[in-house]
């Protein structure tokens, strides 16, 4: 038991791992496969609920890997924020392997889905966890070589069109993400985030740490498909299946904010009106060019994609207005979105199911042969789009709350506006997809060929979950107030990292 | 020394930049060599220049010589260069199926998924 103890922390980059290579090792049974992704995830689903639980209680978990003491040898660290991401990972992977029971067709698991799909969960888990800021480099590369491979599995010309896209930028941000190590290995001696983050209190030289917080800013707002560096994300998450979009959807840009989440408070909190200032007209612009994106769009997933675009806005925004109320409700509205937009996505693929077409011209009809899939459609949508109950509402009011106390004017008005665009958007869905009659000449274009029976679970559970978060959002909101005041206050942080003796030792050696 | 290597290091971004915005998917992964060759070149320099003086802890003392290179940085470097390979690998390969699918060397051939 205290083995299992010692190792929670590892174990939700552990248990991907190992359900990836022993998928491997199935390489033929596909059925041995396809049970190894449901159980593989509902483990990593249970684990990390766990690991949530003693996060709470004990504050920090921190794990010195191979036995190195941090600074020196790399550190698995757990607060609130890191647990809330990985239990995010577990449900967003639990039900897209569910449903991948049936989206997923036979050639592509021939192609190795299952694996790289695992791969995928480690990466984003290890990203999550990781209190070293090279390892974090190495995970985010594991992540993007598993989406590389997913994103152009099947191999059609949409889909490597969209990857030379998708990988070109991504690359891009990698090297743009390995300088700033660089330079601010150069400039602090350690890559240890504590103990940088202690250590950049003592450089004289704040202009340069600043141009490397620019670089740090750059390359992950890459990652996050922030404004005006987003052009990778809507050429290119409509392409692969749809199990596939609605994890990038989830996961993948959700990791680019975390990481502007975890820097941007931990290691570069010393000029915060000037980085902090931009980042708030990066997320006004992201909120407003990704709806107003949305609503040029007349394709189901791309209109999505916009809106992944604009609900990154809003996080950013919770995060540059950097007050404890600010910070809670963009943790509050990743754990919101994340879940809303997977699903969404989910939704989208269940309709091309139904009805062979993505285009909203060529869909119709839905609610009058499917109206339970339209009650399902209208739980995320609204939510999306911020109306209460439900989970979105709550989410943008902690942020505009935040942005009234700060006087932030115009930041709310943006926010305020883009949500009834938001609204806008979904309810264009809603009457093209659900409402109109279906177009004249075109029919059904074909049954699906295979049960749908595993699409809906997944696509159920997530909104019950967006209900849930809504009435019942009490625990939620005190997880991401936790966690607020975690990332607010980094002393908490890099004491539980390098332990007190050595912060009284660098202490010592000051004086 | 560090003059000449923060020359070389710009030179090479800026090779790399002007690569990547030719029209050719070729000279695309070629610009993308070269910006991973310039930031392993940076985590290098940035590091500190040491010449002639190997980390290495001689016989009867505890620490290595005061003014010895850096180990870390080399390690991060060849950890760099290994990712960097295994994607740059995958790189190739995508472009080349990306020309049989398209049937074309052109980024202008590829704006079906743009918006």
Same mark, same amino acid.
């Given at each position: ?9 590892a174990?939700? !980059? ?26 593989g ?13 003693? %996060? ?11 036995g ?15 647990? !809330? ?10 039900? +897209? ?40 480099y ?13 994103l ?11 990857? !030379?896209?998708?990988?070109t930028l ?8 390995? %300088? ?18 202690v ?22 707002? !890459? ?15 409509? +392409? ?15 990791v ?13 909190? #010393? ?5 902090? /200032? ?25 209109i ?24 809670l ?21 269940l +309709?091309? #199911? ?30 999306? $789009? ?17 942005g ?8 709310? $008005? ?58 019942y ?11 607020? /005041? ?20 660098l ?5 | 020394?560090?003059?000449?290597? $923060? ?11 002007y ?11 070629i ?20 010449r ?8 009867? /003392? ?5 003014a ?10 060849? +950890? ?26 052109d ?5 079906? %998924?743009?918006t």
């Open positions: 038991m205290s083995a299992y103890m010692d190792a929670l922390i174990l939700p !980059i552990i248990i991907p791992l190992l359900a990836g290579a022993l998928s491997l090792v199935f390489w033929r049974s596909h059925a041995a496969q396809r049970l190894l992704g449901v159980l995830t509902l483990l990593l689903l249970i684990v990390s609920v766990h690991l949530l639980l003693e %996060t709470w209680e004990q504050d920090h978990l921190v794990m010195h890997m191979g190195w003491h941090a600074p020196f040898g790399i550190v698995l660290v757990s607060d609130m924020l890191a647990a !809330i991401m990985v239990i995010l990972t577990g449900i967003i992977g639990f039900a +897209t392997a569910v449903y991948s029971l049936s989206d997923i067709g036979e050639r592509h698991e021939r192609f190795g889905y299952y694996p790289l799909f695992h791969l995928l969960l480690a990466g984003v888990n290890g990203a999550f966890l990781t209190g070293d800021i090279f390892n974090l190495v995970w985010f590369e594991v992540m993007l070589v598993a989406s590389f491979a997913l152009i599995l099947g191999g059609e010309r949409a889909q490597m069109e969209g990857a !030379i896209k998708y990988v991504n690359l891009v941000s990698s090297m743009l993400f390995l %300088t700033a190590i660089g330079l601010l290995y150069g400039l602090t001696g350690t890559l240890n985030m504590a103990d940088i983050a250590r950049l209190g003592e450089v004289e030289d704040t202009g340069l740490v600043t141009v490397i917080a620019m670089l740090f800013m750059v390359s992950f707002g !890459i990652k996050a498909a922030a404004f005006p560096l987003f052009f990778w994300l809507p050429a290119s998450y409509h +392409t692969p299946k749809v199990a596939v979009s609605a994890l990038f959807a989830g996961m993948l840009t959700k680019g904010v975390y990481a502007l989440f975890r820097v941007f408070t931990l290691i570069f909190d #010393q000029d915060v009106d000037y980085t902090h /200032e931009i980042l708030l007209w990066i997320a006004m612009l992201t909120m407003l060019t990704g709806v107003l994106g949305a609503a040029a769009q007349f394709e189901f997933r791309r999505l994609s916009f809106h992944i675009i604009s609900q990154i806005g809003y996080m950013i925004l919770g995060l540059a207005l950097f007050t404890p109320l600010a910070i409700g963009g943790v509050f509205y990743i754990l919101h979105h994340i879940i809303v937009k997977a699903n969404l996505f989910l939704i989208s693929g +309709t091309y #199911q139904l009805k062979g077409s993505h285009e909203l011209k060529e869909l119709g009809g839905l609610y009058r042969s499917h109206p339970m899939l339209g009650l399902l459609f209208m739980v995320p949508a609204l939510s999306l $789009a911020g109306l209460p109950p439900l989970s979105g509402f709550f989410a943008k009011f902690i942020i505009i709350r935040a009234i106390e700060v006087e932030a004017w115009l930041a709310v $008005a943006v926010a305020l506006v883009v949500g009834l665009l938001t609204l806008y958007s979904m309810v264009k869905i809603w009457n093209e997809v659900f409402w109109k009659a279906q177009p004249a000449g075109i029919g059904p274009a074909r049954s699906p060929g295979r049960s749908l029976f595993w699409m809906w679970p997944p696509i159920i559970g997530l909104a019950l979950t967006t209900v849930a978060i809504g009435l959002g009490q625990p939620v909101f005190e997880m991401a107030e936790r966690s607020a /005041e975690q990332l607010l206050d980094t002393s908490r942080y890099i004491e539980a990292v390098l332990g007190a003796d050595y912060i009284e030792s202490q010592e050696m000051r004086r | 020394m560090e003059i000449v290597m $923060a020359f070389v290091i710009g030179f090479l971004y800026a090779a790399a930049l690569m990547m915005l030719r029209r050719s998917i070729v000279k695309l992964v610009g993308l060599v070269l910006l991973s060759n310039a930031a392993n070149l940076v985590i290098f320099t940035a590091a500190g220049l040491v002639g003086a190997p980390p290495l802890i001689y016989p009867g /003392e505890l620490l290595p010589p005061s010895s290179a850096d180990p870390l940085a080399q390690a991060l470097i060849l +950890t760099a260069i290994v990712i960097g390979f295994g994607v740059l690998a995958f790189a190739v390969v995508l472009i080349h199926r990306a020309y049989e699918v398209v049937g074309a060397d980024m202008d051939q590829m704006k079906d %998924t743009d």
